[in-house]
C-alpha cells in the first residue's frame, strides 16, 4: 500500500480534514487488489472519514450510519495496520456512537488514528 499517501490520509484525519482525509485514503483504497483484506480495512478508514465529515456538518444521522459501516469493515484489522492502535481507536469511537445514538454528551475530542505508544 502507497505509505506516503496513507500516512497522508491519517494526518489528514488527525486534523480534523475529514473531507480532505476521505479524497486521499480512497485513493490508497484504490489501489487495493478487489479481494484483499487491506481494501476492507481501508474501506472502513475511508469510511471514518467520511462519518466524521458528516457529524462536522451536522448530519448526524449520516454519521452515525456511516460510522456503524466503518466499524464493521475495520474488524480484522490490525493485520493490515499493525502499526495503529485500533484498541484506542475503537475505545474513542465507543463515546462517538453514543452519542451518535442520542445517548450520551458530545465527546470533547475527536479520534485518532495513532499509532502505538512504545
Known amino acids: 500500500m502507497p505509505e506516503d499517501n496513507l500516512r497522508c490520509g491519517l494526518t ?3 486534523s480534523a480534514r475529514f473531507f480532505e482525509a476521505h479524497e486521499a485514503l480512497e485513493d490508497v483504497w484504490r489501489a487495493q487488489p478487489r479481494t484483499s483484506a487491506a481494501k476492507k480495512h481501508l474501506q472502513g478508514l475511508v469510511q471514518l472519514a467520511v462519518a466524521f465529515h458528516h457529524e462536522s456538518r ?3 444521522r449520516g454519521a452515525r450510519s456511516v ?12 493485520m493490515s495496520f499493525s502499526t495503529l492502535d485500533l ?3 475503537r475505545a474513542e469511537l465507543a463515546d462517538w456512537q453514543r452519542y451518535l445514538a442520542g445517548a450520551g454528551s458530545r465527546p470533547k475530542t ?3 488514528l495513532a499509532a502505538h505508544k512504545s
Do not use: V
Open 67 to 78: 460510522l456503524d459501516r466503518a466499524l464493521r469493515n475495520l474488524t480484522g484489522a490490525e
Open 12 to 14: 489528514l484525519f488527525n
Open 87 to 89: 484498541g484506542q481507536l
Open 110 to 112: 475527536l479520534p485518532q
Open 58 to 60: 451536522g448530519n448526524l
